[in-house]
Protein backbone atom coordinates (compact mmCIF):
# COMPACT_ATOMS: atom_id res chain seq x y z
CA UNK A 1 0.00 0.00 0.00
CA UNK A 2 1.24 3.45 -0.85
CA UNK A 3 0.85 6.51 0.83
CA UNK A 4 -0.44 9.28 -2.09
CA UNK A 5 -1.97 12.39 0.00
CA UNK A 6 -4.10 14.80 -1.58
CA UNK A 7 -3.47 17.58 0.72
CA UNK A 8 -1.86 20.04 -0.94
CA UNK A 9 -1.62 22.03 2.66
CA UNK A 10 -1.37 18.94 5.14
CA UNK A 11 1.43 19.14 7.42
CA UNK A 12 3.16 16.20 9.22
CA UNK A 13 2.88 16.07 13.11
CA UNK A 14 6.28 16.67 14.96
CA UNK A 15 5.79 12.94 16.26
CA UNK A 16 4.48 10.52 14.22
CA UNK A 17 1.71 7.82 15.45
CA UNK A 18 1.89 4.39 15.59
CA UNK A 19 -1.18 2.67 14.66
CA UNK A 20 -2.82 -1.05 14.89
CA UNK A 21 -6.01 -1.74 12.93
CA UNK A 22 -7.66 -5.32 13.94
CA UNK A 23 -10.73 -7.22 13.66
CA UNK A 24 -11.83 -10.38 11.72
CA UNK A 25 -11.07 -11.60 8.50
CA UNK A 26 -12.96 -10.05 5.80
CA UNK A 27 -14.09 -7.21 8.06
CA UNK A 28 -12.60 -4.19 5.71
CA UNK A 29 -9.45 -3.79 7.00
CA UNK A 30 -8.12 -3.58 3.67
CA UNK A 31 -10.54 -1.69 2.24
CA UNK A 32 -10.61 1.12 4.59
CA UNK A 33 -6.75 1.46 4.54
CA UNK A 34 -6.26 1.41 1.08
CA UNK A 35 -8.55 4.79 1.18
CA UNK A 36 -6.55 5.78 4.45
CA UNK A 37 -3.41 5.76 2.62
CA UNK A 38 -4.56 7.19 -0.41
CA UNK A 39 -5.83 10.70 1.35
CA UNK A 40 -4.33 10.73 4.54
CA UNK A 41 -0.35 11.89 3.41
CA UNK A 42 2.50 10.23 5.28
CA UNK A 43 1.23 7.34 6.33
CA UNK A 44 3.39 4.33 6.23
CA UNK A 45 2.02 0.90 6.25
CA UNK A 46 4.30 -1.56 7.92
CA UNK A 47 4.30 -4.45 5.64
CA UNK A 48 4.61 -8.10 7.55
CA UNK A 49 6.09 -11.66 6.94
CA UNK A 50 3.74 -14.24 6.57
CA UNK A 51 4.43 -17.86 5.67
CA UNK A 52 0.92 -17.74 3.86
CA UNK A 53 0.17 -17.70 0.09
CA UNK A 54 0.33 -14.67 -1.81
CA UNK A 55 -3.67 -14.12 -3.26
CA UNK A 56 -4.07 -13.60 -6.87
CA UNK A 57 -4.51 -9.88 -6.43
CA UNK A 58 -1.05 -9.31 -3.58
CA UNK A 59 2.25 -8.23 -4.35
CA UNK A 60 5.52 -9.57 -2.87
CA UNK A 61 6.91 -6.54 -0.47
CA UNK A 62 3.65 -4.16 -1.20
CA UNK A 63 1.01 -6.58 0.92
CA UNK A 64 3.42 -8.62 2.69
CA UNK A 65 6.74 -10.48 2.59
CA UNK A 66 5.80 -14.07 1.66
CA UNK A 67 8.16 -16.53 2.85
CA UNK A 68 9.20 -20.11 3.94
CA UNK A 69 8.46 -21.47 7.91
CA UNK A 70 12.37 -21.84 7.95
CA UNK A 71 12.88 -18.43 7.09
CA UNK A 72 10.14 -16.82 9.19
CA UNK A 73 11.63 -18.97 12.22
CA UNK A 74 15.02 -17.08 11.43
CA UNK A 75 13.50 -14.10 11.52
CA UNK A 76 11.62 -14.89 14.44
CA UNK A 77 14.78 -16.32 16.31
CA UNK A 78 17.29 -13.20 15.41
CA UNK A 79 14.52 -10.64 17.21
CA UNK A 80 14.12 -9.57 13.60
CA UNK A 81 10.02 -9.58 14.04
CA UNK A 82 8.14 -6.90 16.63
CA UNK A 83 5.53 -8.98 17.11
CA UNK A 84 3.99 -12.07 15.86
CA UNK A 85 1.25 -14.81 15.77
CA UNK A 86 0.08 -17.89 14.12
CA UNK A 87 -3.28 -16.63 12.78
CA UNK A 88 -5.71 -18.74 11.18
CA UNK A 89 -3.10 -21.61 10.57
CA UNK A 90 -0.62 -19.42 8.89
CA UNK A 91 2.36 -17.39 11.01
CA UNK A 92 2.38 -13.77 10.57
CA UNK A 93 4.43 -10.85 12.03
CA UNK A 94 5.84 -7.46 11.93
CA UNK A 95 9.14 -6.45 10.87
CA UNK A 96 10.95 -4.72 13.64
CA UNK A 97 13.28 -2.36 12.15
CA UNK A 98 10.82 -0.21 10.19
CA UNK A 99 8.08 0.47 13.02
CA UNK A 100 11.74 1.15 15.01
CA UNK A 101 12.71 3.51 11.91
CA UNK A 102 9.97 5.53 11.54
CA UNK A 103 8.95 6.02 15.08
CA UNK A 104 12.96 7.19 15.97
CA UNK A 105 12.07 9.99 13.12
CA UNK A 106 8.73 10.68 14.19
CA UNK A 107 6.67 9.28 10.93
CA UNK A 108 3.45 7.66 11.68
CA UNK A 109 3.11 3.94 10.74
CA UNK A 110 0.15 1.64 10.49
CA UNK A 111 0.01 -2.24 11.37
CA UNK A 112 -3.04 -4.42 10.50
CA UNK A 113 -2.06 -7.19 12.55
CA UNK A 114 -4.80 -9.82 14.86
CA UNK A 115 -5.60 -9.11 18.12
CA UNK A 116 -2.81 -11.68 19.94
CA UNK A 117 -0.04 -9.45 17.84
CA UNK A 118 -1.91 -6.19 19.14
CA UNK A 119 -1.53 -7.05 22.57
CA UNK A 120 1.95 -7.73 21.83
CA UNK A 121 2.54 -3.91 20.11
CA UNK A 122 0.70 -2.35 22.93
CA UNK A 123 2.89 -4.46 26.00
CA UNK A 124 5.82 -2.71 23.55
CA UNK A 125 4.45 0.59 22.92
CA UNK A 126 1.76 1.44 25.63
CA UNK A 127 0.94 4.66 23.57
CA UNK A 128 0.26 2.61 20.37
CA UNK A 129 -3.29 4.00 19.07
CA UNK A 130 -5.05 0.68 18.67
CA UNK A 131 -8.61 0.73 15.93
CA UNK A 132 -10.80 -2.25 15.47
CA UNK A 133 -13.05 -2.82 12.92
CA UNK A 134 -16.20 -4.09 13.77
CA UNK A 135 -18.68 -6.44 11.08
CA UNK A 136 -22.00 -5.25 11.48
CA UNK A 137 -22.59 -9.32 11.81
CA UNK A 138 -21.01 -12.70 11.77
CA UNK A 139 -23.45 -13.33 9.01
CA UNK A 140 -22.20 -10.38 6.99
CA UNK A 141 -18.73 -11.57 7.72
CA UNK A 142 -19.63 -14.47 6.15
CA UNK A 143 -20.84 -12.98 3.03
CA UNK A 144 -17.82 -10.88 2.48
CA UNK A 145 -15.47 -13.16 2.59
CA UNK A 146 -17.28 -15.47 -0.07
CA UNK A 147 -17.91 -12.40 -2.29
CA UNK A 148 -14.45 -11.66 -2.19
CA UNK A 149 -13.69 -14.57 -3.66
CA UNK A 150 -9.86 -14.16 -2.77
CA UNK A 151 -10.00 -17.77 -0.55
CA UNK A 152 -11.09 -21.01 -0.94
CA UNK A 153 -14.16 -22.30 1.08
CA UNK A 154 -11.79 -24.66 3.77
CA UNK A 155 -10.00 -21.04 3.94
CA UNK A 156 -13.47 -19.24 4.23
CA UNK A 157 -14.76 -21.87 7.05
CA UNK A 158 -11.89 -21.39 9.06
CA UNK A 159 -12.21 -17.68 9.04
CA UNK A 160 -15.61 -17.58 9.98
CA UNK A 161 -15.14 -20.40 13.15
CA UNK A 162 -12.31 -17.72 14.18
CA UNK A 163 -13.58 -14.79 13.79
CA UNK A 164 -15.62 -14.69 17.22
CA UNK A 165 -11.90 -14.94 18.89
CA UNK A 166 -11.03 -11.79 17.44
CA UNK A 167 -14.57 -10.11 18.65
CA UNK A 168 -13.96 -11.44 22.13
CA UNK A 169 -10.42 -9.20 22.21
CA UNK A 170 -12.22 -5.89 20.90
CA UNK A 171 -13.11 -4.09 24.16
CA UNK A 172 -8.98 -4.18 23.95
CA UNK A 173 -9.37 -1.19 21.26
CA UNK A 174 -9.03 2.48 21.51
CA UNK A 175 -11.39 2.95 18.82
CA UNK A 176 -13.76 1.16 17.51
CA UNK A 177 -15.46 1.63 13.54
CA UNK A 178 -18.45 -0.52 12.70
CA UNK A 179 -18.15 -1.05 8.72
CA UNK A 180 -21.39 -1.72 8.21
CA UNK A 181 -22.18 1.53 4.79
CA UNK A 182 -18.53 1.88 3.93
CA UNK A 183 -18.88 5.56 3.18
CA UNK A 184 -19.86 6.65 6.84
CA UNK A 185 -16.91 3.94 7.38
CA UNK A 186 -14.31 5.51 5.40
CA UNK A 187 -15.39 9.42 7.15
CA UNK A 188 -14.93 7.40 10.45
CA UNK A 189 -11.83 5.49 10.24
CA UNK A 190 -10.00 8.65 8.74
CA UNK A 191 -11.30 10.76 11.61
CA UNK A 192 -9.53 9.16 14.33
CA UNK A 193 -6.37 8.69 12.29
CA UNK A 194 -6.70 12.53 11.70
CA UNK A 195 -7.58 13.31 15.00
CA UNK A 196 -4.64 11.05 16.65
CA UNK A 197 -2.04 13.41 14.41
CA UNK A 198 -3.18 16.80 15.68
CA UNK A 199 -3.36 15.85 19.10
CA UNK A 200 -1.52 19.03 21.03
CA UNK A 201 1.52 16.51 22.06
CA UNK A 202 2.46 16.03 18.02
CA UNK A 203 1.89 19.98 17.74
CA UNK A 204 4.59 21.63 19.17
CA UNK A 205 6.06 23.30 16.71
CA UNK A 206 2.10 24.86 15.62
CA UNK A 207 2.03 26.46 19.18
CA UNK A 208 5.85 27.97 18.75
CA UNK A 209 4.90 29.36 15.08
CA UNK A 210 1.82 30.84 15.92
CA UNK A 211 3.29 32.75 18.57
CA UNK A 212 6.51 33.89 16.58
P1 LIG B 1 -10.05 -7.63 5.50
O1 LIG B 1 -8.83 -6.88 4.99
O2 LIG B 1 -10.50 -7.15 6.84
O3 LIG B 1 -9.88 -9.11 5.46
P2 LIG B 1 -11.31 -6.70 3.02
O4 LIG B 1 -10.99 -5.23 3.02
O5 LIG B 1 -10.52 -7.58 2.09
O6 LIG B 1 -11.26 -7.30 4.51
O7 LIG B 1 -12.87 -6.81 2.72
C1 LIG B 1 -13.49 -8.10 2.51
C2 LIG B 1 -14.52 -7.98 1.37
O8 LIG B 1 -15.63 -7.20 1.83
C3 LIG B 1 -13.97 -7.29 0.13
O9 LIG B 1 -14.49 -7.93 -1.01
C4 LIG B 1 -14.51 -5.86 0.25
O10 LIG B 1 -14.69 -5.26 -1.01
C5 LIG B 1 -15.86 -6.08 0.96
N1 LIG B 1 -16.29 -4.96 1.82
C6 LIG B 1 -15.53 -4.17 2.61
N2 LIG B 1 -16.29 -3.27 3.27
C7 LIG B 1 -17.57 -3.50 2.90
C8 LIG B 1 -18.84 -2.89 3.23
N3 LIG B 1 -18.93 -1.88 4.10
N4 LIG B 1 -19.93 -3.39 2.67
C9 LIG B 1 -19.87 -4.44 1.80
N5 LIG B 1 -18.71 -5.05 1.42
C10 LIG B 1 -17.58 -4.59 1.97
P1 LIG C 1 -4.85 -12.11 5.77
O1 LIG C 1 -4.31 -13.51 5.57
O2 LIG C 1 -6.35 -12.04 5.54
O3 LIG C 1 -4.08 -11.06 5.00
O4 LIG C 1 -4.64 -11.76 7.31
C1 LIG C 1 -5.15 -12.63 8.29
C2 LIG C 1 -5.01 -11.99 9.66
O5 LIG C 1 -3.61 -11.87 9.99
C3 LIG C 1 -5.60 -10.59 9.79
O6 LIG C 1 -6.28 -10.54 11.04
C4 LIG C 1 -4.40 -9.68 9.82
O7 LIG C 1 -4.64 -8.52 10.57
C5 LIG C 1 -3.40 -10.59 10.53
N1 LIG C 1 -2.02 -10.18 10.31
C6 LIG C 1 -1.45 -9.71 9.16
N2 LIG C 1 -0.16 -9.42 9.37
C7 LIG C 1 0.10 -9.68 10.68
C8 LIG C 1 1.27 -9.55 11.49
O8 LIG C 1 2.34 -9.11 11.08
N3 LIG C 1 1.14 -9.93 12.79
C9 LIG C 1 -0.03 -10.42 13.30
N4 LIG C 1 -0.03 -10.74 14.60
N5 LIG C 1 -1.13 -10.55 12.57
C10 LIG C 1 -1.08 -10.18 11.26
Do not use: C
Request: net charge negative.
Amino acid sequence: MEARGQHARWVAPDIGALFVVSGPSGTGKTTLLREAFRVIPGLEFSVSATTREPRANEREGVDYHYMSHDAFRQMLDTGALLEHARVYGNFYGSPRAPVERAIAEGRSIVLDIDVQGAEQVRTAYPDAVSIFILPPSLASLEARLRARGLDDERVVRRRITEADEQLAQAGQYDYLIMNDDLVSAHTQFQAVIVAELHRRARRGSWLDAARS
